[in-house]
C-alpha cells in the first residue's frame, strides 16, 4: 500500500458508545497526526506524535478523546462516551521527517456519526 | 480554532478559465501549503512554499507569498471540471502541526 489508510471509513454510534479508529500511516514515516474535520470547515489540529511518542495533544477538545501509537507504525484514536458533537470526519497524515517544513500525507478520513 | 481564512468561501469559472484564490493568516509561518479535497476524499498535497520563497509553480498551479501581509494565493490555469474540489491553505509555524484555513469551494463547469 502506497498510502495513508484508515478504517473504518463509516462509523455510526450511538451516544454514549465508545468508538475506535485505527491509522495506518505510509511505511517509515516517522510522524502521525489526528484531525477533525466537521462538516464545512477546515481540517482541526488533534494531537501529534513522533515515532510511539506522543509530542501534542493540545487539540483533543476533551479527556474522552485518546490516542496511541504504541509501536510507532499504526495508531488508534479512541473517543469514549460518544457525543452528537464528535460527530465529524477524522483525518489521520504522515510524513517522513522529524523537521516542521516535510510534507503530510492525509489518509481518505473515517466519517463518524454520532445519533 | 482555525488560523488561516480563504477567500472567496465559493468560486464559480467556466472551464479554461483561471481560478485563484487567496488566503491571509494571522501568525508567523515556516511555510504555507495548498491542499485539495474532493467531495468525500482525503487531502492531496498540492504544492509547498517556504517562508522565504515568494512564488512557486507546479504544473497549472502558482503560489504566491507575501509575508508581511500574512497572505499567499494559489492561482489555477486553463481550469478542467477535474479541478472542482475544497482548495485549503495550511501553514506551519515552530509546531509540526498544520493550521488550516477555511477553504475555498472551486466550481469548474464545462
Known amino acids: 500500500g502506497a498510502g495513508v489508510s484508515q478504517s473504518p471509513r463509516y462509523k455510526v454510534a450511538k451516544r454514549g458508545q465508545d468508538v475506535a479508529l485505527r491509522c495506518d500511516p505510509i511505511?517509515?514515516?516517522?510522524?502521525l497526526f489526528w484531525y477533525q474535520q466537521a462538516l464545512g470547515q477546515g481540517p482541526e489540529f488533534l494531537t501529534y506524535?513522533?515515532?510511539?511518542?506522543?509530542?501534542?495533544k493540545s487539540g483533543l477538545p476533551s479527556d474522552r478523546f485518546f490516542a496511541e501509537r504504541p509501536e510507532g507504525s499504526v495508531s488508534t484514536l479512541k473517543i469514549q462516551r460518544t457525543q452528537q458533537e464528535d460527530s465529524a470526519v477524522y483525518l489521520c497524515?504522515?510524513?517522513?521527517?522529524?523537521?516542521?517544513?516535510?510534507?503530510?500525507?492525509f489518509g481518505p478520513g473515517t466519517r463518524l456519526t454520532v445519533l | 480554532s482555525q488560523q488561516g481564512e480563504e477567500d472567496p468561501q465559493a468560486l464559480s469559472i467556466q472551464e479554461g478559465e483561471n481560478a485563484t484564490m487567496n488566503c491571509s493568516y494571522k501568525?508567523?509561518?515556516?511555510?504555507l501549503q495548498w491542499y485539495r479535497q474532493n467531495s468525500g476524499r482525503g487531502l492531496v498535497h498540492l504544492i509547498l512554499?517556504?517562508?522565504?520563497?515568494r512564488e512557486k509553480h507546479s504544473g497549472r498551479l502558482r503560489v504566491t507569498l507575501d509575508t508581511s501581509k500574512k497572505s499567499s494565493s494559489l492561482l489555477i490555469t486553463a481550469s478542467r471540471a477535474a479541478d472542482t474540489a475544497s482548495y485549503f491553505c495550511?501553514?506551519?509555524?515552530?509546531?509540526?502541526?498544520?493550521?488550516f484555513g477555511t477553504g475555498t469551494r472551486l466550481q469548474v463547469t464545462l
Open positions: 497524515a504522515s510524513s517522513f521527517h522529524r523537521v516542521n517544513t516535510d510534507t503530510q500525507y
Open positions: 511505511s517509515g514515516h516517522v510522524s
Open positions: 506524535f513522533q515515532n510511539e511518542a506522543q509530542l501534542d
Open positions: 501568525t508567523s509561518i515556516n511555510n
Open positions: 512554499i517556504r517562508s522565504n520563497e
Open positions: 495550511a501553514i506551519t509555524g515552530t509546531a509540526s502541526k498544520l493550521t
